[in-house]
């Protein structure tokens, strides 16, 4: 690791500060679980590491109001994992949040740094962009909101500005019944990156959100409109050309080692066939 | 800001005040400056656990943590696991079930089962895979060592 120096700010406004004046040479520290690998391998050189734990603002909590749950900064996967109202209303950021890593990882690893960290396979995103997510961002000019769909860019990349941090996660706790289910794709159970996530959620108006990662620079959201995907009368044969639609912008890499694009792009049918049964078999559930 | 700063901690018990570097990870430091060299280094990106110790109750890996991060934290490391110099429940199973073949990765599997163990005393066969699915042991000696927590979590609830 390359000499850097610390910094501990107490405040959302010093290390807005701080970020303003370092730019591209501050890193910001939260479960280090990516960083960390960054800096040992000097992928990354910064002259300072921010840690945001100690802004009392940013401490792991997981509050409710006026129907949206707020996500704090440096809240790791096993806090959402085991938090009663994240289970009630978000199971598939559940489902996401327990695959995250090894329980050592799910000790450390943040939500905001998932999305932060902008990796395409993140387990994270699919579920965040169904459940409508915002991220809330502090900057030099204040605090802004931005649909996690604005959020999230490309490999690496968010919407972040120069100066600015996430401070919290929201999501707006569903009004009417909802079923959301998440799962993925990987070699082998245990610790592995994902060669598909996915996350597929139905509502009783004939809606579907369906999104899934890791077959292409960033995760994707389709909204289905038509009522077909979203009725359980209809055979799930009858969805797979609609669902199949809905794959349009998956473009895996050739060169990934995880699973060859042909093998993503049929699996990716599997994978939101079974999600969208789940998710369907939930909104069953929620209306009785 | 800081490159060394001075941290206070509690490790295995023993509240401690040590002056790190702020580039140091947990893991060099709990060996190279604290000399509990019961942590192990091997993978260093976070796959093999090698070097888990706990940390406020849960298990963590020490190589993906900078030390300045456990200031106000409680550490327990391997060294931390024996009572009055004996072997603990968890430890003497792993040994009667000959869990440890060329042993590097045991420290890291009994700190995630340690942790496990504390949070579900009573773990299914399947709740041990998964609570140590973030340690690899290269003997592949995954029956032994599963046979051994449960044998533990038996023996404790006795």
């Known amino acids: 690791m390359n000499r ?3 910094a501990r700010p107490e405040t959302v406004a010093e290390a807005v500060a701080l970020l303003e004046e370092y730019g591209d040479d501050a890193r910001l520290l939260a479960g280090g679980t990516d960083l960390v690998i960054e800096l040992r391998n000097r992928w990354v050189e910064p002259k300072v590491v921010i840690d945001l734990k100690h802004i009392p603002e940013l401490t792991p909590s997981i509050t409710v109001r006026d129907d949206v749950l707020s996500i704090s900064a440096s809240t790791v996967m096993t806090d959402i994992a085991e938090d009663e109202l994240v289970q009630r ?3 598939a950021l559940v489902e996401a949040a327990v695959v995250v890593g090894s329980v050592q990882i799910r000790a450390r690893a943040t939500l905001a740094g998932n999305i932060c960290n902008g990796s395409p396979a993140a387990d994270t ?6 459940y409508d997510a915002v991220v809330v961002i502090a900057g030099p000019e204040g605090t802004r909101r931005t649909p996690v769909d604005d959020f999230i860019v490309g490999p690496g990349k968010t919407s972040l500005g120069r100066g600015e941090l996430v401070t919290a996660v929201e999501l707006p706790i569903p009004q009417r019944p909802f079923g959301a289910a998440y799962t993925r794709l990987t070699r082998r159970r245990g610790t592995d990156l994902a060669s598909i996530t996915l996350c597929c959620g139905v509502d009783t108006d004939g809606h579907t959100r369906l999104a899934y990662g890791s077959v292409g620079p960033r995760a994707f959201l389709e909204i289905d409109d038509t009522g077909t995907l979203a009725d359980p009368s209809v055979s799930i044969e009858e969805k797979v050309a609609p669902l199949d639609q809905l ?16 093998y993503r792009l049929a699996m ?14 939930r909104l069953t559930k929620e209306q009785v | 800001m800081n490159e060394t700063l001075t941290i206070n901690t509690t490790i295995n018990g023993r509240s401690r ?5 702020v580039n140091h990870t947990l893991l060099d430091v709990l060996r190279d400056e604290v000399d509990l060299t019961g942590t192990k280094e091997c993978c260093v990106v976070g796959e093999c656990g090698a070097c888990t110790v706990i940390i406020d109750g849960r298990p963590m890996n020490s190589c993906l943590m900078l030390a300045v991060e456990i200031d106000g934290s409680e550490v327990t490391t391997v060294e931390g696991l024996e009572i009055h110099g004996e072997l603990n429940v968890l430890q003497a199973s792993f040994l009667d079930e000959s869990a440890a073949q060329c042993g590097f990765c045991i420290p890291g599997q009994l700190m995630s089962a340690t942790a496990l163990l504390h949070d579900n005393p009573d773990p299914t066969v399947e709740q041990v895979q998964e609570g140590l699915a973030g340690n690899l042991c290269r003997c592949a000696g995954y029956e032994q060592i599963t046979k051994a927590v449960l044998a533990a979590a038996k023996e404790a609830m006795r």
């Open chain 1, 4 to 6: 850097f120096q610390y």
């Open chain 1, 247 to 262: 794959f349009h912008r998956a473009s895996p890499s050739p060169k990934s080692l995880r699973a060859s694009p042909d």
């Open chain 1, 89 to 91: 209303h978000f199971p």
């Open chain 2, 17 to 21: 005040s040590i002056e790190v570097e």
């Open chain 1, 268 to 281: 990716l049918r599997v994978l939101g066939a079974r999600a969208l049964e789940t998710a369907l078999g």
């Open chain 1, 125 to 130: 995103s699919p579920p965040l962009l169904v």
